[in-house]
Each structure stands twice: as C-alpha cells, then as structure tokens.
C-alpha cells in the first residue's frame, strides 16, 4: 500500500521501477542508485597473486544463496588447493569442511584491507533488492563474478566489467572462477576495467 500513496516515486535501480510499473501499476519519476565513495575503496597499485585470493560475504540469509557460494568455494579449494579463500560478514559461519580466513564485522578500515587482499570477489546472491558489496569490489579493482540479481544488471557489463551467471548456477560460478584462475592476467583486466 505504500507505493499506492499519492507521491512522486524514486527507485533505485531499473528491476525496481519495472516491478512498480507492471506488477504495482504506478509510475516511477526517476531512477537515483545508492552512493559509494570511490575514495572508500580505491587503491594506487593494486597488486594481485597468483594463486588469487578469492573473496565472499557470509550470511545466513537465504536470499544471499550462501550455501551455493560455499559449494562453488569448496570445489575452486580442492581443484587448486593453493588459493585462498577469505568470507567476512556480521555472522561467523557454521563448521566448514574446507580452508578458509574469517573477518568478523569488518567496518572501514579493515574492510578496505580486505578488499585490497582481494582479487576475485564472489556474490552468489539469489536475490536483492540492492547489494553495495559487488559495487564496492569493483571500485576495488576486483575481478567480480556474480549472480544477475540487484544491482548487477545496472552497475555491470557482462564479460566486460564482471562475470555474470544466473542465480543458483553453481557450475557457472566455479567454470568463472575457474577460467580467471587459469588466466591470471583475466583477473587484472576484469579489475582494471571494472573500476
């Protein structure tokens, strides 16, 4: 009912204002995404390993879809055992049965940190309305691989500025990451272009 309220609507991303207009029949005046500061999570020089260093919130939320994300992170580990795998979220995640570094509620500075040690980021969400973190790495010259969901269809370029599968494709995931681990200098590319 509140979107039926007589006042100028402004969404924030384009799935927003087509859900309004087809499934609400309201009208939506403009579209304004979520700010960033870039300043927040640039770098000068940003380096990147070899083997990478593959990043991903953890949460229980089920829209987050972190149960495909842990699978996709389990079978990237045991096909190159050398890479590292880091989750930072504001939920410590539930025993796991592979390798891996945990930041809890990093804020500012230590965020930044880990988005730096970051060469691929992965977002496995299911759904969103509108996520910052894939935004975020790609400020941070990350090489992005993610769901079509929230923010990715109006703040990436497929193949260009990010890896794009489909919610749940879990091989798609791994086949992406997998393809950026076997091209190295992909990593950068996608990065330095993503930016």
């Known amino acids: 009912q509140a979107f039926k309220l007589p006042l100028k609507k402004i969404v924030t991303l384009k799935w927003i204002k087509d859900f309004l207009k087809e499934e609400v029949k309201e009208d939506v005046v403009g579209i304004v995404p979520n700010g960033i500061n870039p300043k927040d999570f640039k770098f000068k020089n940003k380096k990147y390993r070899n083997p990478p260093t ?10 987050k879809g972190i149960p495909d994300g842990l699978s996709v992170l389990k079978q990237i580990k045991v096909n ?31 965020l930044r940190k880990i988005y730096a040690k970051t060469d691929i980021f992965l977002c496995p ?14 400020l941070a010259e990350c090489a ?16 260009k500025t990010a890896l794009v599968v489909e919610p749940g ?10 393809e950026l681990i076997n091209n190295p200098k992909k990593i950068k590319e996608l990065g330095k272009s993503s930016k």
């Open 125 to 138: 969400s299911l759904q969103e309305g509108y996520h910052n973190p894939p935004r975020e790495a790609m």
């Open 54 to 63: 593959i990043s991903m919130i953890y949460s229980d939320l089920p829209p």
């Open 80 to 110: 190159n055992p050398n890479v590292t795998i880091l989750l930072f979220g504001f939920t410590r995640p539930h025993q796991l049965d592979f390798d891996v570094k945990f930041h809890y509620r990093p804020v500012k500075e230590e």
């Open 169 to 178: 494709d879990v091989n798609g995931m791994v086949n992406a990451i997998q």
């Open 144 to 159: 992005v691989v993610a769901t079509n969901v929230g923010s990715i269809p109006d703040c990436s370029i497929p193949g």
